[in-house]
């Protein structure tokens, strides 16, 4: 990840936002904005919280833990995978024919939804008392 390289600004922020970005940033903005939407949504939310916060699952395991049917999982997880929240992985497993299908997250998935959505989440009694400080007035 470029994180290690990124611009700083003085006084206001750029007017295109793309200039947030470092010169050598991996991704666009566009991409960024992709994975936002991806993760925007309950049931990929919910798929990318439990592959996070717990470990690498298969549809079934997925399926069982999300109560959800396997194509609206399949639908689901392809969103995630296309923008690079999610990996497909696959191995054989010893004493079984043909491969072994699971996701995990990836380390943008992972990012996304730790500083992201759950850190709003964590965050929301500090936002309850800045918000009221600021009605105050």
């Known amino acids: 990840m470029a994180t290690n390289h990124t ?3 003085s006084g206001d922020p750029p007017e295109d936002p793309g200039d947030l970005l470092p ?11 992709a994975m936002h939407a991806a993760v925007g949504h309950r049931t990929r939310y919910e798929i990318l919280y439990r592959l996070v916060h717990g470990r ?9 833990a999300i109560d959800i049917d396997d194509s609206t999982l399949h639908y689901h997880l392809n969103k995630l995978v296309d923008v690079g929240l999610v990996e497909k992985r696959q191995r054989t497993e010893r004493g079984q024919e043909g491969l072994y299908t699971y996701y995990r997250a990836t380390v943008f998935g992972n990012v996304t939804l730790t500083e992201g959505v759950d850190e709003l989440i964590r965050g929301e009694q500090k936002f309850e008392v800045m918000y009221d400080s600021l009605t105050e007035n």
């Open 7 to 9: 611009r700083t600004f």
């Open 23 to 33: 010169d050598d940033s991996i991704l666009s903005l566009d991409e960024y904005l």
């Open 56 to 64: 690498a699952m298969s549809p079934k395991e997925l399926e069982e």
